[in-house]
């Protein structure tokens, strides 16, 4: 991947890029949540405390680490994911919904979740949980970090 300084990045498959990680879990996944390990790897927690993938709409609180193609049980909490990085700052590669150009750099975006894979939705901009910091326009994938703007909105009364 050719970034923006001129470099050329290693090309990991949808993984973290940069960043010290802050590592919490094994996290218990909600019921018949699928990670696909073509996808973004972005999480919520439900209201029962469980693990879900992050879609439309939603504020992520992390990544799940070590996560390949993934389809969790039945039963919500049998399936636990063995970590979770917290960091909102780490660059992480995903695929984008849409064909990327450079002009996209510096911008904000949301996630989608098209056929259980999650992606960045390059063409919505209601929640912008996501920056993109670098793009790869052959391969349709965008470089990017959770938003601090958007991040830890609710308190606690």
Known sequence: MY????RTLPMLSYATQSGASQIVGPAPVGASEVF???????????????????????IPYGWA?????????????????PAIDVNPLVVREMPADAAVTASL???????????????ADIGSSATDVLVIVDVDPTNQRVLVHLNPNKLYTTGVA
């Open 3 to 6: 970034n923006s300084l001129g």
């Open 65 to 81: 680490c070590g996560v390949g193609d993934l389809t969790a049980g039945a039963t919500d909490g049998l399936t636990k994911l």
């Open 36 to 58: 696909k390990a073509k996808g973004g790897k972005y999480v919520v927690q439900d209201g029962s405390g469980n693990v879900d993938i992050a879609g439309a709409a939603d």
């Open 105 to 119: 750099i510096g911008k904000t975006c949301d996630i989608v979740v098209n056929s259980n894979i999650q992606q």
